[in-house]
């Protein structure tokens, strides 16, 4: 999934004399000094769709009008109370994201990562299935691949519970490193998992991953895996053969006779409307079941009348298909756009990579061990907003200081690519402090 | 609040022969027969508004329809991430509902139950304002005025907290049985309040109530008043006279000086549209900012579009006040026809009382104490569904047997007159088998 591009390429900086680098650094720096005078205002800090995106859905908004169209398919009113479990169409729709059968759906709120949050509260108030509520252990443990995604890593984390970073290899996470350390200690209870296109590295789960995730033999025999699928359908070319596929994790854990081990989470916010879209979840029968009896505590039920207006507007797997290919035709420029300046501004300079990866929302780029922080710093004061360095590891902090998440979909192509060069110049500014601290 | 019709009157049913009552339960036993034999499906169960309620808002579902219309009023995109407390028009709207100023409102998704229901989980996890968590005390108690709202006291007891009874008065909770439970007691840490037209018993808090809850010499530094303001501006009738209002509790408590002591809750739930609504709190600023906090862990924002929908239909307080006056035309016959209905169907028969509030959703029955749940289980054999008898108190258990919550919101007025004879039937029959028992 990266690619380097350093080493074996001329002019090096890492080859540069500490005379060549100075005078690099002082040409840079006077272009430097040029862009911060343009005052710009530039963001590649969070996986929020451009408005163009968000246009592709304004049909949904005045869909229902009339008290004959809040009618559900099972003639459920929908603008009044009830059905947690939420209507029919709605299942049936998210149950397309999850990979899985509308009776094993329940469809929540606006959010996936409250459904998320909501789950590991559960745990730690009630325990599942009948096991220990977590909160009465004295001491919980998560494993959190890395680079990962910084909202998972606080969940577990403002819970109390101890996020241990695990590699992210090119096929998931490192599976002899889970393996070991999940079957060594009953205190670690479960995994983030983001299993295609993560967030930030774009990598797609393999099969053996999926299997052996399933069939992990952990300690804790309420272990869980939070099936973040939040990248779905979201491919960035519409040609199936360049669309990345992942086995269901259900079913690989029924297989491996571990069937109430996952809980899947989908939402609709990067395929409608974020904040206005529908979060679902999927599990086993007897975990949907405990669900329904504890989530009927806090709600009668998600927001229907949204539900529905989902359910009408995208329909089933060909309209969703539909719907993601004209939000491909937007992305693709801009991840284009990304990889091409990288490798253009980036050329021969040297311990630097990035992911290019086929569908999500992010590029994962490797700054030069040490310089991650310093170039976002640099980048934030020439006015380009990056996600902070460290943000993918939990904690905040990414021990070779190099990992550095770009989220390429909010800015209009010509704003993304003024920040793709100034974020170029700043790798660069950083990297020639990193050598010239070292001479 | 309760009048009382029974001792004065001849007739009484307990002034009756034991001939007498033989005779009059074969006469109601027929019409019972005869009854039962219609197959009725009538529901006085829950507070469900009716579709001629729904109707009222659905100008507003189709009020968004272009990007521009997505814009709040500083200029935030409603249908892209973002604005964790809400937009600002949203936030003065419920501050409207919560009697208080928009800085201090945090909007969030469709249902005040799950704010609450966070609520008291946050206070599980982490305590508040530097508290110890309480899930890491031995036990948690927790005051519940009854008769009150089922789903109030389903959350406490979710959460292990023990819920104890203390009882309504026509003004409030009896305060000097909360003043000495809270004092004696530091494992006391709050109390739910249903304070203007309360959930059954339509009681509005009197200003002295009100001031003592404030000011309450409670044992526990971190008791909490869970403040659920249902129906601020639910009045049966538009004529100012004729509605209550209600002291605001974060400023008595700061009068009081215990500023941090209050949550508030709304909703427009029973405004706009039962789960396609926003719900809202209020609380002190140093509260706000440690829930913000908090919050931010489990989601980026309630539905924004969802708000602004709100914010431009109801507008202000006028604007709520002319909305709420249509309901009121709906719903005022529907209170008067249950009054009405008792009046005549159990004059004389004794022993049974009900409120007669100025607004809410419920008229609180009592029956002749050790036949509410018969009553009730009459009343669903013959096809008309009531509360269960006993929801009105923490975990089922009416110590009396004797208090019933009616409905009356959701049938056409036709279906709530047939369910309310079957009702009173149903009444009088329970209460016969009670006598006959007796000689």
């Known amino acids: 999934m990266h690619r380097g591009l350093g080493k074996g390429i001329a002019m090096a900086y890492a080859d540069l004399t500490e005379g060549e ?12 000094g040029a862009v911060k005078a343009k005052g710009l205002a530039l963001n590649m800090a969070r996986g929020k769709p451009g408005a163009d995106q968000l246009d592709l859905s304004l049909p949904m908004l005045a869909m229902l009008a009339t008290a004959d169209d809040c009618r559900a398919e099972d003639g459920t009113d929908c603008r009044n109370y009830g059905v947690l479990e939420g209507i029919p169409e709605a299942r049936r729709l998210m149950a397309v994201l999850l990979d899985d ?21 559960r745990f730690l108030d009630f325990g599942t299935l009948g096991s220990v509520p977590w909160a009465a252990l004295d001491e919980v443990k998560w494993l959190c ?16 519970l101890q996020n241990i970073p695990v590699p992210m290899t090119g096929e998931g996470p490192d599976m002899d490193a889970v393996e070991a350390l999940a079957a060594a200690d009953p205190a670690v209870k479960g995994i983030w998992c983001v299993p295609k296109y993560s967030n930030p590295g774009g990598v ?5 991953v999926v299997r052996r995730l399933a069939a ?24 199936a053969a360049e669309q990345d ?3 269901d994790i259900g079913e690989a854990c029924r297989q491996a006779g571990n069937p109430d081990r996952y809980v899947k989470f989908a939402s609709t916010s990067k ?65 284009q756009l990304v990889d091409r300046k990288l490798a253009e501004g980036l ?13 999500g929302y992010f590029v994962s780029f490797d700054a030069p061990t040490g310089t991650a922080a310093r170039a976002v710093q640099l980048a934030r004061e020439a006015g380009v907003v990056m996600t902070g360095a460290g943000a993918t590891w939990p904690g905040g902090c990414d021990p070779q200081d190099s990992n550095i998440r770009i989220a390429p979909t909010l800015p209009p192509l010509e704003e993304l690519d003024a920040a793709l060069d100034v974020f170029v110049l700043c790798v660069k500014l950083a990297y020639l402090e990193k050598l010239l601290d070292q001479k």
């Open 21 to 32: 680098l100075e005078s690099l650094q002082a040409q840079l720096q006077a272009e430097y």
């Open 101 to 121: 059968t509308p009776e094993n759906v329940i469809v929540g709120g606006n959010s996936s990562l409250t459904l998320m949050h909501d789950t590991i509260a």
């Open 145 to 160: 691949p890395v680079p990962g995604y910084d909202r998972h890593f606080a969940i577990t984390e403002a819970f109390g």
């Open 204 to 208: 797609t789960y393999s099969d053996e």
């Open 216 to 239: 992990l033999p952990a300690a804790a025999a309420d272990f869980c895996i939070m099936w973040d699928n939040a990248y779905a359908v979201h491919h960035l070319s519409d040609d």
């Open 245 to 247: 596929t992942v086995l």
């Open 271 to 335: 395929v409608t409307l974020p904040g206005a879209g529908i979060a679902a979840l999927a599990a086993s029968p007897a975990n949907i079941a405990e669900m329904k009896q504890r989530m009927a505590v806090a709600t009668i039920s998600g927001d229907k009348l949204n539900q529905l207006r989902h359910a009408r507007f995208l329909q089933d797997a060909p309209g969703i298909a539909a719907h993601m290919a004209r939000h491909a035709a937007i992305l693709r420029p801009k991840f």
């Open 347 to 359: 050329a021969g300079v040297g311990e630097c990579s990035w992911s290019k990866p086929r569908g």
